[in-house]
């Protein structure tokens, strides 16, 4: 059996070791919201780095391509995908580390949880760069979009490596391959189902509060818009259409509405980690004898 031990609980009476066992669908889906709920207050700590730079990130983005004249500067959108890209891998990051010591009932702080993956950035950031460039490059293929999934599932687990085990980017997809092995339809599965449910959610409540306000605001059109520019008004309006102070208000709330979405994400992975550790490499004996 491979040691990955990075995360055996601390020696101490504090601390508690979880029943570990394996879990089926539904115990990941129930205990992905049971462990968001009991830890919300840490998860937002940790997701309002999301909402706070995101949102500023998104701002002086706009200012400049709207204000500036510079919407087809290159340099411009390259530093906007760059700065969404690392802060998305930080708080994805701490998300996940956060999710892992709350399901092995460990203390952590969110101040915590985002310095240890800062220790891990790089590999993080390499990692996850090898992923969305092997997945989106199969994609926009059309005929390899079967194989962009598969890779994408089958590598999916990457971050979990990374920070936990302390391996490389490279090593972090083969660790990922190893844990989903035999068991790619079922991964395949709780992945979507993950996706789905916030999907869901995140669409319900971003489409009742657009509708809301837009009914307050509107967008001031020169002519009949036609349904292409009716859906974008609605879902996509930039100052322009509704004026800085509308569209910074709508900017907020979606992205608030996205802050409280992101840890069910994590939380999810974190549970599919150690439950594909537990069935393949017997972890929770493991955690006994370490304990």
């Known amino acids: 059996m491979q040691e990955h031990t990075d995360l055996a609980p601390e020696n101490n009476s504090q601390t508690a070791t979880p029943a570990m066992q394996p879990m089926s669908f539904t115990d990941i889906l129930d205990g992905m919201f049971t462990l968001y709920r009991s830890h919300f207050r840490l998860f937002m700590g940790i997701a ?3 909402l706070v730079v995101g949102f500023c990130i998104d701002q002086i983005y706009m200012y400049f391509t709207i204000e500036r004249g510079m919407e087809y500067s290159f340099t411009i959108l390259f530093v906007y995908l760059l700065g969404s890209f690392l802060l998305s891998v930080l708080v994805g ?17 969110a101040g915590d949880a985002l310095q240890q993956t800062l220790q891990r950035f790089a590999s993080l950031c390499g990692s996850a760069l090898l992923w969305i460039l092997a997945v989106l490059g199969l994609f926009i293929t059309i005929i390899g979009i079967p194989f962009s999934i598969y890779f994408g599932v089958r590598w999916g687990l990457y971050s979990l490596p990374v920070l936990f085990e302390k391996t490389s980017a490279t090593k972090a997809l083969k660790r990922s391959t190893e ?4 068991n790619w339809w079922r991964v395949f599965g709780i992945m979507l189902a993950i996706f789905l449910i916030t999907f869901m959610i995140g669409f319900i409540l971003q489409t009742s509060f657009l509708l809301i306000f837009s009914s307050i605001t509107g967008a001031t059109v020169a002519e009949e818009p036609t349904l292409w520019e009716t859906i974008r008004l609605f879902f996509a309006p ?4 509704i004026g800085w102070t509308a569209y910074t208000i709508r900017n907020f709330f979606i992205l608030s509405i996205s802050t409280l979405l992101m840890p069910i ?19 929770d004996i493991e955690m006994q004898v370490t304990n």
């Open 48 to 50: 309002v780095v999301y």
């Open 93 to 109: 990051g701490g998300l996940i580390f956060a999710s892992a010591h709350a399901f092995l009932k460990r203390d952590i702080t």
């Open 179 to 182: 844990l989903v092995k035999g």
């Open 238 to 241: 930039t100052p322009k259409d």
């Open 265 to 283: 994400g994590s939380v999810g992975s974190a549970l599919l980690y150690f439950d594909m550790r537990i069935r393949k490499e017997a972890y």
